[in-house]
Nanobody
Framework: QVQLVESGGGLVQAGGSLRLSCAAS????????IAWFRQAPGLEREFVAG????????SHADSVKGRFTISRDNHQNTVYLQMNTLKPEDTGVYYC?????????????????WGQGTQVTVSS
């Protein structure tokens, strides 16, 4: 069983940066995909970025390409989401999620383990 704990959210002005962390614990993660999703009020949860723990292959949503970067630290068992040039539309609760497998999938239903979420608010 994998446990995920997010941190690093907060309030930032448009154009600013934040780095989110997802600390993973429990079993081995070598066969896991770790992804970030976000959910704004009244909207569905959407895929932001994902990474393969085994080979580091990444995938980013078009809306964040060039601004956000997902990475991992195998020694710290932590996945990061570096968010630059933040926009008000990036506001939402950001969740870390995990699934067994080798492919980064964008559907939330494909992920069986979720963290509690961390709030990101970008003011204009």
């Amino acid at each position: 069983q994998v446990q995920l704990v997010e941190s690093g959210g907060g309030l930032v002005q448009a154009g600013g940066s934040l780095r989110l962390s997802c600390a993973a614990s429990g079993r081995s993660f070598s066969t896991h995909i770790i992804a970030w999703f976000r959910q704004a009020p009244g909207l569905e949860r959407e895929f932001v970025a994902g990474i393969s723990w085994s080979d580091g292959e990444t995938s980013h949503a078009d809306s964040v390409k060039g601004r956000f970067t997902i990475s991992r630290d195998n020694h710290q068992n932590t996945v990061y989401l570096q968010m630059n040039t933040l926009k008000p539309e990036d506001t939402g609760v950001y969740y870390c999620a995990a699934r067994l497998g080798t492919s980064v999938l964008v559907g939330p239903s494909r992920y069986g383990t979720w963290g509690q979420g961390t709030q990101v608010t970008v003011s204009s």
